[in-house]
């Protein structure tokens, strides 16, 4: 670009135009979206961006956007068009009275893109890792090769209780579905690679111990779509290679006798049989 190094300051976000990209650094206010100041910035590529628009926004301002090509980043991959429209990171809302040098760098970057329709791979970094969140019924991790579940006694269904808690490689995924806790029954689940397990799908989320469930404080946008993105960016980057699955830690001996005293009263309820009650209780004093 012809600007190199200016900066356009907007309402939670400021965007640098450089030679090739746009980096949009994030305010840290009170009022600044969650999910922003978690993102801390992103740096697009040029090649990434497949459209500018600017258009009238609400009470005096207007929004400069940049539209990325399908596939070019991790993050709306994830989200899948369920962000809200003051949640898009790449929307940058400014005063009306800087309509004309929005317009400015608009035209500015439409001359400089070259690339069209679907991209081949993310050209958008992912979300740094490690990173992890508390979902309604298990904390939810991931150190960038292996995602795992740890289910709550309070939340987590018998089924993922008879599961256990589970460990899942990025080389066994075949990607993500994200549904946001702003709407009903919002959850995350690790979608498998054909031939791995062999399990079916459980149809209900909640039954199935390749997905935890959100809920009212759980599994907010800003901590479980970074983790969906960086989770997809990095199953993308494996690309069926093996990955080794990180060592699982040993239990605190706490955790593992609450773990039995709950197996217990799902035995009493009728909800275990005796086998199963025996295998799980084997296998969680094992893990000493």
């Known amino acids: 670009m ?11 976000a400021a965007w640098e135009f450089e030679s090739d990209s746009v980096l949009i650094r994030y305010e840290r ?5 969650k999910l922003f100041q978690a993102l801390g910035e992103r740096r697009v590529p040029l090649e990434a ?31 899948a068009g369920q962000l809200k429209e003051g949640g898009d990171p790449y929307r940058l ?4 009275e800087r309509e004309t040098l929005a317009e400015y760098y608009a035209d500015e970057l439409r001359a400089e893109l070259k690339e069209s329709g679907p991209a081949e791979e993310f050209l958008v970094g992912a979300p740094e890792v490690p990173m992890q969140f508390k979902a309604y019924d298990g904390k939810a991790s991931f150190d960038g090769q292996t995602v795992r579940f740890r289910w709550f006694w309070t939340g987590a269904s018998s089924a993922k209780w008879k599961a256990g808690d589970q460990s899942f490689s990025v080389a066994e995924l075949s990607g993500v579905e994200w549904r946001s806790p702003e709407v009903f029954e919002g959850y995350l689940r690790l979608l498998r690679r054909d031939g791995v397990d062999g399990r079916p799908v459980p149809e209900q989320v909640d039954h199935d ?10 599994g907010p946008v800003h901590e479980s779509l970074p983790f969906a993105a960086a989770v997809l960016s990095a199953v993308r ?10 060592a699982v830690p040993r239990r605190d001996p706490a955790d593992i006798a609450e773990r039995i005293r709950h197996l ?7 909800l275990v049989t005796d086998e199963e009650f025996s295998v799980k209780k084997a296998e969680l004093l094992a893990e000493l």
Not at 62 to 74: I, K, S, T
Not at 237 to 246: F, H, K, L, N, T
């Open 209 to 218: 111990p390749a997905a935890v469930v959100f809920g009212l404080g759980y």
């Open 2 to 12: 012809s600007r190199m190094g200016d900066v356009l300051a907007g309402f939670h």
């Open 264 to 270: 217990g009263e799902l035995h009493q309820a009728g």
């Open 49 to 79: 961006i497949g459209g500018v628009t600017l258009t009238p926004g609400k009470r005096g301002t207007v929004v400069l956007r940049l539209e990325l090509r399908p596939g070019a980043d991790p993050l709306m991959e994830a989200a």
């Open 93 to 96: 809302v400014l005063p009306a």
């Open 237 to 246: 980057s494996a690309g069926g290679a093996a990955v080794p699955a990180g």
């Open 29 to 33: 206010g009170i009022r600044t979206p």
